[in-house]
């Protein structure tokens, strides 16, 4: 196996470039991408503005999948299962590197 040589100091860009991530996201589900990202930036607003109540969680969290569910038409359980397909699928690609952890680093925020 031979990894990638990187040229630019920039570390986000070395990790892009090591787990080929551009690969990667050409395997990625365009409505499950969507509502992963929707999730992640509550996940991120709620770490940014210090929530930490269990309720005031789970009510962000309720607000969240209920958009989702609204915005997609489809359930909360389907809605996580389509995530999880997406990322085992990435996991069945090797993308010419040994087996990445994919569970990981692409996973639900709750």
Known sequence: MTI?????TDEVEKIKI????????ELFFKKESEALAFL???DFLSVLEGICSEEAL??????IWGY????????????AEQIEKMIDSLSSQQLGLPT????EIIRLPW
């Open 100 to 103: 990445i952890s994919w569970t």
């Open 40 to 42: 992640w930036f509550g």
């Open 68 to 79: 989702l569910e609204k915005s997609t038409g489809d359930f909360k359980l389907e809605i």
């Open 58 to 63: 789970a009510f962000i969290q309720t607000s």
């Open 18 to 25: 090591v787990l080929r991530w551009k690969k990667a996201t």
């Open 4 to 8: 990638p040589k990187v040229q630019r």
